[in-house]
């Protein structure tokens, strides 16, 4: 005879609720990659590091995502915590890849001279 093993329903629960997470991450990750690809076209429309960092654009996304999760009956506080955190990696990743731009830029300028 075969040993019946009950599971915890709460295990059972628990297990269904990181699905849904992981699933959400997916969802989140593309996304992301979305906002990669604009803030890289984005890049190549600014002048310098400066409009790069730009605190005020900082400000006005972080206002408007704190008024979306409101709207939404969020905690804008994490919200706003993960906005920062990610527009920090943004502009880390935006400086990078211009600066890694203009080096191939003066590569090639030099390669054909």
Do not use: C
């Not at 400066?50 to 408007?64: G, K, L, P, T, W």
């Amino acid at each position: 005879m075969g040993e019946t093993v009950e599971t915890d329903p709460t295990t059972e629960q628990l297990g269904a609720v990181r699905t849904a997470i992981d699933e959400i991450d997916e969802e989140i990750v593309a996304l992301i990659w979305r906002r990669e690809r604009l803030v890289r076209l984005a890049g190549g429309l600014k002048d310098d590091d400066a409009q790069v960092r730009a605190r005020d654009r900082v400000e006005e996304v972080i206002n408007h995502v704190r008024e979306a999760a409101q709207a939404q009956e969020q905690d804008s506080t994490v919200v706003e915590k993960t906005y920062r955190a990610m527009i920090d990696a943004f502009i880390d990743y935006e400086l990078r890849t211009r600066h890694e731009d203009e080096a191939q830029a003066r590569l090639d300028a030099f390669s054909r001279s």
